[in-house]
């Protein structure tokens, strides 16, 4: 049995905009508006989210917190979903759905597994060593803000390539793969 009056307590220590709120049947924290870290840069306490979201009717926000893991987050995010800037080595925890996802800055994810099911937009920093076929989910892929210019960047040709297959899945994946290796981003062609 969930202790919801700690909870509240602690949610209340970590995170700001807390609007209405409910426990769902599994004691998650469902909550009805905005969730955002209130302390950005300072990592919470160690390094993962101290109770289990449910449904966050609103954006999300835990960029810049030191998370180690995504699990405990929402299942469900009716906004965006702000996870930049964690130290996270896959996505398993993420919500199988928000309506975009931004996750800049990720540098030690070694695998995009936990990617939500249903994305419309997903805006990522590129790195040579990942794999990034399972963001094919989304509908729409964009590079992160850092990684716009210049135009002879690595990263433009890489997400150029995602773009042409991005919604398709693993249907797209096959193709998607062949053309990122020829392109030279063997280590990107993996799922």
């Known amino acids: 049995m969930v202790d919801q009056q700690l909870v509240i307590a602690q949610f209340r220590t970590w995170f700001d905009a807390f609007q209405d709120y409910d426990f769902d049947p599994q004691g998650r924290l469902n909550v009805y508006g905005t969730v955002i870290a209130k302390h950005p840069h300072r990592h919470i306490h160690n390094n993962r989210l101290p109770f289990r979201f449910g449904r966050v009717e609103g954006d999300f926000n835990v960029s810049y917190c030191g998370l180690n893991t995504f699990e405990g987050m929402p299942y469900y995010v009716k906004h965006t979903c ?3 800037h964690n130290s996270a080595t896959t996505l398993v925890g993420l919500p199988n759905h928000c309506n975009s996802l931004v996750m800049e800055g990720l540098s030690e994810l070694a ?3 936990g990617f939500p099911e249903q994305v419309d937009l997903c805006r990522f920093t590129w790195y040579p060593q990942q794999p990034l076929l399972r963001l094919l989910q989304a509908k729409r892929i964009q590079l992160g803000i850092t990684q716009m210019t210049p135009a002879d960047n690595p990263a433009r040709k ?6 042409n297959y991005a919604g398709q899945g693993q249907k797209g994946a096959l193709a998607c793969a062949a053309e990122l290796a020829k392109a030279g981003f063997k280590d990107n062609a993996r799922w």
């Open 82 to 84: 702000w996870i930049s």
């Open 111 to 113: 695998s995009f597994e």
């Open 158 to 163: 890489v997400v150029d390539i995602l773009k």
